[in-house]
């Protein structure tokens, strides 16, 4: 039986946007005990979709224009507001990607689950607390009564996240909607997180819409599949019909694009050595006067040597110090102890004015490439900027940056224009081009494809791999995705907590990881799972 | 925490002392001699140089200082050279009026303020949104000394409800005339507060109604109006509270003119005469009791951030 049916949605658009409408002509159901994935690309619509659907969507400037929406029968888009409120929590909830800010900071995590049922029911407060610590030992929460009276920021991610599925659950809707619910979570946290999702699922018979545009949380979650592109459906099914044998071509592509976990062929890097580190140490905080002082060892004794014409893959979770190397190795931060090698000399602790030959050596492209250009700066004047501090002419500067466009894949006019005019794929080609008009020797590339669509992504490893062929770059590949680090790197380092647990040539370190940890994580990656 | 108090009350120490310092070289570099402002118009040069003499003004200006700073160790303000009365008398006998009225002031902008500004940003964009922005900016552009004047022409010349100048202390003749006689003072120089705080409170609240925890309180079918109050508000406090802060430094210049227009013999009266008449100790003494009160209110200021924000610890 649908708990959910969604009848010909179309969801009108400003007059200033790109399109005229958000969705159209969006057809779906969700039936109780099953859970629906709909997969899209940024701008596909999928969370105009499912914001129509809770009634949550900015009526100001999205309007629903044709199509009905029915929740158990009742028809949402004609509800009254009351209406909807009462229906939202009882009926249906939703999880939202980032646990952190979609929890009020300054309300205590038990107070804002309890809200649920003050909105809803006429429980005493006792009785509330008491439905809390009940749903929240249900989601599997260390010691409810403690962290009931916990701060979202005093918990981890993975918590937070089950902070709010305990509040979606309370009130046992018929439907639950999870935005992206484990996109901003590491690797292991989101496989418990799914299999969490799952199993409420199971047992309460709920309906699930569940938003991603990662086909490997699909194959570990869905019973039927919806993909989205540009506000429409071109693909509906069950998931072994449109993972096995997808009939639109852009299901094709998207499933194409996914990075394989088997690494493919790689040659040996013969060339020299261009960086290494030796006992690279940073700490954070001091010990106190009394020995109250926390201290936290963001690295430690990390040792890595990068080849000319090799890509290091530093592999590791949230707070496993992978962007703290990158960023020591760069002296973004300054490193505690241990050595940083370039070409054989020691920048661990040179000073600023001795360090500035060597930043051209260096240069980093960053994981987000909306916010690591400068807004109100034109492409060109980003790109030659550090060239023409070191001393280049400004008509060589724009010269090498014109070549750079064609190198990355961007016609030259370009140069004239601003950031916001770009996506984000051509952005980050355009961070590229500005490291590579430094000419460096060593290439950081920190998560730089972590927030493109995964068939952008695709583009920009190609792309990365070609400049580092074509430079004899040596690249340093910061990732947590186990699937990018296999497509790209010769060598990966995995490091948790601080500390280096496996280092090896990429294919060997798939094929037979000899750390727990490694195993852990490789067992983690989604999509890996039995019957995918 | 208390470690952090400790340090922060410690830490007033050395801003004190450059704001006494400060405060002695501007008075003394400034024009005007109280030596001949006290011998009067027909006064001989020897007259006024036996005064210089009495008050130790020839002395010095490091012996002066030193001569000061001591005296103030012991919490000695100094006498006035006028009346000869110990400028901390001087302070306590004109104390109560200028509390009272910065604190009703306070008050009353913060009331009608924060609502005003969370409303303007409920309907952002809206005609009551524009009315309220609209005053705020006329607010900021209008002299107290021009408002009052308004207000009294209005209030009490033409409606006769409200009395022209004056001020009755609540502990002495009850709590009923001293709010008829403070009302217009109070309104006169909240005004410029309350077109600040509503301009942050809007701003604020405009901004957390961006964040993801509000979308979340939506989806559990809360009430728009619970939202605001629960979620909004709370969030928004921390920038609405620091202008608040702001705001109470500022107060004090306003209560200088407000109290001149309002004939109300507080401090800013005290502060007023001083000046005229160069009253060296006078002035040096109420800059420090201003300064001092500064601190202590933003100290206040910043230990509420922890109890309006969990993440904030000190």
């Known amino acids: 039986m649908a708990v959910l049916e969604v009848t010909g949605l179309t969801v009108e658009l400003p007059p200033s946007a790109d399109r005229p409408y958000a969705v159209e002509d969006i057809t779906l159901h969700v039936n109780a005990g099953e859970i629906l994935c709909i997969v899209g690309e940024s701008g596909s619509g999928k969370s105009v979709t499912a914001f129509s659907v809770m009634g949550l969507a900015d009526k100001r400037a999205l309007t629903p224009v044709a199509g009905t929406i029915t929740l158990e029968g009742e028809d949402l888009l004609t509800a009254s507001d009351q209406r909807l409120r009462k229906l939202r929590g009882e009926k249906m909830a939703m999880i939202f990607q980032e646990p952190m800010t979609a929890l009020n900071p300054v309300l205590r995590v038990g107070d804002q689950i309890g809200e649920m049922l003050e909105i809803h029911t006429d429980l005493s407060a006792s009785a509330r607390k008491a439905k809390v610590i009940e749903a929240m030992r249900d989601v599997s929460l260390p010691d409810p009564e403690k962290m009931y009276r916990s701060y979202p920021h005093q918990l981890s991610g993975g918590q937070r996240q089950r902070i709010m599925i305990a509040m979606a659950l309370t009130l046992e809707p018929q439907l639950l909607i999870a935005d992206e619910p484990t996109t901003a979570l590491d690797v292991t946290t989101q496989a418990q997180i799914l299999k969490l999702i799952k199993d409420i699922q199971r047992r309460k018979g709920m309906g699930v819409m569940f938003i991603t545009h990662d086909f490997g949380v699909v194959a570990e979650i869905a019973d039927r599949v919806a993909v989205m592109k540009h506000g429409r459906i071109v693909e509906q099914g069950t998931v072994a019909e449109v993972l096995g044998a997808p009939k639109d071509p852009y299901t094709q592509k998207l499933i194409a694009a996914v990075p394989s976990m088997t690494p493919p062929e790689r040659p040996e890097a013969q060339g020299s050595v261009a960086l290494q580190t030796q006992a690279l140490v940073k700490t954070y905080g001091q010990q106190g006067l009394f020995g109250s002082g926390r201290v936290v060892r963001a690295a430690q004794e990390v040792d890595l040597t990068v080849r000319r014409g090799e890509t290091l893959g530093i592999v590791g979770e949230s707070g496993s110090g992978k962007s703290t190397v990158a960023r020591c190795v760069m002296r973004l931060i300054d490193p505690t102890s241990g050595a940083i090698l370039i070409d054989g000399e020691n920048i661990a602790s040179l000073r600023e004015g001795q360090l500035r030959p060597h930043r051209r050596d260096i240069q980093i492209v960053f994981q987000d490439p909306y916010r690591s250009l400068n807004p109100r700066r034109t492409v060109g004047q980003s790109i030659i900027e550090g060239p023409v501090n070191f001393g280049l002419a400004v008509p060589e500067a724009k010269a090498r940056a014109a070549e750079l466009m064609k190198v990355v894949g961007l016609s030259s006019d370009a140069l004239e224009r601003f950031p916001h005019q770009f996506s984000g794929g051509q952005r980050q080609r355009i961070c590229i081009a500005r490291a590579l008009a430094m000419e460096p020797a060593i290439l950081i590339a920190d998560e730089a494809v972590s927030a493109l669509d995964v068939s952008v992504q695709a583009q920009v490893l190609d792309l990365l791999d070609d400049v580092r062929e074509r430079f004899d770059l040596a690249m340093l590949f910061i990732t947590h995705d186990l699937r990018v680090a296999a497509q790209i790197c010769d060598r990966i380092m995995v490091m948790n907590k601080g500390e280096v647990v496996e280092t090896g040539h990429t294919a060997q370190v798939y094929a037979d990881p000899q750390h727990a940890y490694t195993r852990a994580l490789l067992a983690a990656a989604p999509g890996t799972g039995p019957g995918t | ?314």
Do not use: C
């Open chain 2, 1 to 314: 925490m208390t470690r952090y108090i400790t340090m922060r009350v410690l830490s007033t120490i050395p801003v004190m002392v450059l704001v006494a310092l400060f405060v002695f070289l501007m008075l003394r570099l400034a024009p005007g001699d109280p030596a001949s402002v006290i011998a009067g118009d027909y006064a001989t040069a020897e007259d006024v140089a036996r005064i210089r003499e009495q008050l130790g003004l020839s002395d010095p200006i490091v012996v002066q200082f030193l001569r000061w700073v001591g005296a103030l160790i012991q919490g000695d303000l100094g006498t006035s050279i006028f009346s000869g009365k110990p400028v901390t008398e001087l302070i306590g006998q004109r104390i109560e009026p200028t509390i009272l009225l910065a604190l009703t002031t306070i008050i009353f902008a913060v009331v009608v303020a924060v609502p005003l500004g969370t409303i303007a940003a409920f309907r952002a964009g809206s005609l009551l949104d524009r009315v309220v922005m609209l005053f705020s900016v006329s607010g900021f552009s209008v002299p107290v000394f021009v408002l009052g004047y308004i207000l009294i022409y209005t209030f009490s010349m033409s409606l006769k409800i409200l009395p022209v100048q004056g001020y009755k202390s609540p502990l002495v003749e009850g709590f009923g005339p001293f709010l008829y006689h403070i009302t217009l003072p109070t309104v006169t120089l909240s005004v410029i507060f309350i077109a600040l705080i509503a301009r942050m409170t809007r701003a604020s609240v405009i901004e957390v109604l961006e964040e993801d925890y509000i979308r979340t309180a939506r989806a559990k079918g809360q009430s728009e109006l619970t939202i605001l109050m629960r979620h909004a508000l709370r969030n928004a406090a921390v920038p609405v509270v620091t202008v608040i802060g702001i705001g109470i430094a500022l107060l004090i210049g306003g209560v200088v003119v407000t109290e001149s227009v309002f004939n109300i013999p507080g401090l800013g009266r005290l502060v007023l005469d001083a000046v005229l008449a160069r009253d060296y100790p006078i002035i040096q003494g109420l800059i420090l009791f201003f300064s001092f009160i500064y601190i202590f209110i933003n100290l206040m200021i910043d230990l509420s951030y922890t109890l309006l924000d969990p993440r904030i610890r000190y």
